[in-house]
């Protein structure tokens, strides 16, 4: 898979991602809150999204300072990591004034994301170096070592040009920065849909069935659980993906619903490639025509898989019941 992203930080670029690696509440303040002092006193934004435990341990540091920071519970927000960058990230930094730097704490893994999460927020933390390429930005990444397995901890130096030991102040270059080998290591097949069943849903469709196949996909989610809210965003997320199956996968697919852990499923699986992995990571442009589906998915689903190769492509969305 194509991946656009770099092996190597480019010294000229403005982008910085350091990681940050704390093990206790003492280091995650000593690393975070001195980076948005730094911003304020410079009068730049800063923004800080990071799940709710450690939302208001800064929160609580900074005070009446934390006034112009915006913060958001990276547990509602980022649930899906293919919703941060568009979402979270761009969101922030795209709405800044031009010439002052933008500052970001972004804290996507955490201890007790699902081993169906985890792969996506390694991905995500890869992309961000393409996302972002030449960009005033800094997006500090925290880590917790007392918490996340060692393959979190590893991935975090593949995924961070620079990294922070816990306990320092000191960054460092990561020798195993790897953004490349991230994304195309966790663009694994995903198991297998369940093939048959009573709660299963598995049609094909082409272009002459797509509305068909929205109707029967939201009537069994309302089977399955869906309601309200969740029921219509799974209706937009099927026609999303079996039209872009028709226009961009050969024009045919697969698509399968279905419940799992507390989440309704629906995949659709083609016959084409999907080459460029930041589709539906870049917020639209207000004029451009097109080519929201996947931005759409990922915005609506509270987790979002795929998988690409020469067989095919599959995407997954999942939707909480």
Known sequence: MTTGTS???????????????YGDA????????????????????VAVAVPGDNLRLIQDELGADGATVRFLDMREAGRNPGRIIP???RAFADTQPPGRRVHIIGEPVWAGRSPAEYPACAQHEALINAAFR?????????????????RALADAHATHP?????????????????????????????????GTGPDVLAVAFDEGTLSAVRHLATGHGARLGLAGLALENLAL?????????????????VLTVWSEDGHVLCEVRDGGRLTDPLAGRRPAARDQRGGRGLLLVNLLSDLVR????????????????
């Open 162 to 194: 620079v990294v922070i030991a816990a306990g320092s102040a000191v960054e460092r270059a990561s020798a195993a920065y790897d953004p490349d080998g991230v994304v195309a290591r966790y663009n694994e097949p995903l198991p297998a849909a369940p």
């Open 87 to 89: 979402g979270v990230l």
């Open 134 to 150: 030449g960009r005033a930005v800094t997006i500090l990444c925290p880590y917790d070592t007392s918490r996340l397995d060692e």
């Open 7 to 21: 092996e190597t930080p480019c010294p000229a670029d403005p982008f910085a991602h350091p990681a940050l690696f």
């Open 237 to 253: 997320i099927t026609a999303e993906l079996t039209t872009n199956s028709v226009v961009h996968g050969g024009g045919t697919g």
């Open 26 to 45: 003492g280091e995650y303040l000593a690393g975070t809150v001195p980076f948005v002092r730094a911003a304020l006193a410079a009068d730049e934004p």
């Open 306 to 321: 795929t998988h690409t190769g020469p067989q095919g492509t599959t995407v997954r969305s999942y939707l909480r019941r």
